[in-house]
């Protein structure tokens, strides 16, 4: 999954499943919060949690593709409710806007 280091996305295509998508996450929340959304919306998938190496944990996620339209808006959301601000200081957003 570290092909592409220039990628922002956080998905990739399964390395041998064809018909699914893999979503990693880092951070443990996140990945636990994409969970919740998922199972709230009645989509399969299958869960492996790769904390072995300590250096970089990753939460992983396969779907099939065929449910990519509803994962798509689901993993911007939990990417958004656990994601940094840009600009961390309120005035100095304010200053640039």
């Known amino acids: 999954m570290n092909d ?5 996305t956080n998905y990739r295509n399964h390395p041998t499943q064809k018909g699914y998508h893999v979503y990693y996450f ?7 919060y994409f969970e919740i959304l998922l199972r709230a919306n009645g989509i399969p998938y299958e ?18 593709r065929h449910y990519e339209e509803r994962v798509r ?11 940094e ?3 961390p200081v309120p005035a ?4 640039i806007m």
């Open 85 to 87: 601000k840009f600009i």
């Open 73 to 83: 808006p689901l993993n911007f959301d939990a990417i958004g409710k656990y994601r």
């Open 4 to 8: 592409d280091w220039f990628d922002f």
């Open 47 to 64: 869960r492996h949690d790769d904390v072995e190496e300590t250096t970089l944990p990753r939460f992983l996620f396969a779907i099939p």
């Open 26 to 32: 880092k951070i443990k929340p996140q990945a636990e």
């Open 92 to 95: 100095v957003r304010w200053l």
